[in-house]
């Protein structure tokens, strides 16, 4: 699987798996991607999972930001090699503290 970070959205491409899997049960299982920021850089505001073009059961919970880091949690989701998951992001201006 490819996880492809662009600046407005992340993709995950499952068309390079071998066979059909699901991810395991549990708490959490899939991706935590960290944004390396520095002041101005901007901050993640929102994702969201583009209901058009995901075709892998991810809701809006399984989806979460917090400043510099999105969390997608595919916890017993299936796949294949024609999954695909594009989420959508959105970020804001955060005023910085100067010495």
Do not use: W
């Amino acid at each position: 699987m490819d996880v492809r970070v662009e600046a407005d959205n992340v993709l995950l491409d499952f068309s390079t798996v071998g066979e059909p899997g699901v991810f395991p049960s549990g708490d959490f299982e899939g991706y935590a991607i960290y944004f390396a920021r520095q002041c101005p850089d901007m901050a993640l505001s929102s994702a969201s999972v583009d209901k058009v073009l995901t075709n892998v059961p991810v809701g809006t919970h399984d989806v979460r930001t917090h400043f510099d880091r999105l969390d997608i949690n595919l916890e017993g989701v299936r796949y294949d090699d024609n999954s695909f998951t594009k989420i959508d992001l959105a970020s804001v201006y955060v005023e910085c503290l100067r010495d």
